[in-house]
C-alpha cells in the first residue's frame, strides 16, 4: 500500500509579505490613486505604474478618506 501521508504543509509555499503600493494609472491593479497589495518581487517591473513610496502610499489613503 502506497503511503498516504498528508504532505500539504511539507509542500505548502510560505505566504509571501506584500508591499502596499499607489496605483498611478488605470491597470488591471485598480484605478490610479488606489492603494493595492502587491508581491514585493513584482514592484521592479511595474515601476512607472505603481508607487511603494511611504508618503506616495499614505497620499492615496488620505484621498479614499
Not at 28 to 33: F, I, M, P, Q, T
Not at 52 to 57: K, L, P
Amino acid at each position: 500500500m502506497a503511503d498516504t501521508q498528508d504532505t500539504t504543509q511539507a509542500t505548502a509555499k510560505p505566504e509571501t509579505k506584500k508591499v502596499k503600493a499607489r496605483v498611478l494609472v488605470d491597470c488591471d491593479l485598480g484605478k490610479c490613486n488606489d492603494v493595492v497589495e502587491i508581491d514585493p518581487k513584482q514592484v521592479k517591473a511595474m515601476a512607472g505604474t505603481v508607487d511603494t513610496d511611504a508618503e506616495a502610499v499614505a497620499y492615496a489613503e488620505s484621498l479614499a478618506k
